[in-house]
């Protein structure tokens, strides 16, 4: 079980400091937590970026990013240690979420896997979104693109695609930001951003910085 936590503390500005976490259950957590340090320390934000949890730690965020990893055993897990539910609510009640790869299965409404097609997974039921698994191939066709998304100042993003999903369906509430191959790839509503690609797995963070900023915002 891995321990990390960066706290910055100038308790001047400690009313605006931020609390970000990344959902330690599966999956891409460390790469997370160094993003968005890097994303605080090029905002000069303060704040405290945390791996959680526990429903108890994740009731405690301003924001949270979902890893990727594996959509099953993040949901089946949470299911178990009860986060699912306090994850729904936090979400459901503004808080911003960064959801990647898994992490966006994880916030739509509908999963079909690719091959094996529905998968009775525990989803966080947020998004009226379908999402299409593994809809690129396996881990061996991974593969790296660019990525434009004009709509949230990033036109140029190194999109690093591993077993990734794509949006197949999307309902009229859901901004398109990214497409790739006519593919949907990235997409936001309000506060909840998912991505098809891992913006952590690249050195650029810019999208860890406009995800940053949306909490920030939102907390004001
Ligand atoms: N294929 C994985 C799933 O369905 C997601 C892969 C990833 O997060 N990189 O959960």
């Known amino acids: 079980c891995q321990y990390f936590r960066i706290t910055y503390a100038r308790s001047w500005w400690f009313s605006m400091s931020l609390t970000i976490g990344v959902l ?9 937590l160094l ?6 320390d090029e905002l000069g934000i303060d704040g405290t970026i945390t791996d959680v949890k526990t ?16 959509s099953t055993t993040i949901g089946q897990l949470s299911l178990v240690n009860g986060s699912l539910k306090v994850l729904k609510e936090k979400i459901d009640s503004g808080m911003p ?21 529905k998968t009775d997974q525990p989803l966080l039921d947020i998004l009226d979104i379908t999402l299409e698994r593994n ?22 993003f190194n999109g690093v695609f591993i077993r990734a999903p794509s949006v197949s369906d999307v309902g009229s509430d859901i901004e ?12 936001k509503k309000g506060n909840v951003i998912g ?8 050195e650029d963070v810019s ?13 004001n």
């Open 135 to 156: 809809s690129f191939g396996r881990q061996r066709e991974s593969f790296e693109t660019e990525i434009s998304m004009d709509s949230i100042n990033i036109p140029k």
């Open 97 to 117: 979420v960064l959801g990647i790869c898994a992490g966006m299965i994880m916030l739509s409404n509908t999963a079909n896997d690719r091959v094996v097609g």
């Open 35 to 40: 993003s968005t340090k890097s994303a605080f």
């Open 176 to 187: 398109i930001l990214a497409k790739y191959n006519d593919k949907i790839v990235a997409i």
């Open 24 to 32: 330690s259950i599966q999956g891409d957590v460390q790469e997370n």
């Open 207 to 219: 999208l860890h910085k406009y995800f940053v900023n949306l909490v920030s915002s939102l907390k």
């Open 195 to 202: 991505t098809a690609f891992h913006p952590e797995l690249v």
């Open 55 to 70: 429903p108890d730690e994740i009731s405690q965020l301003d924001g949270l990013i979902i890893p990727g990893g594996e």
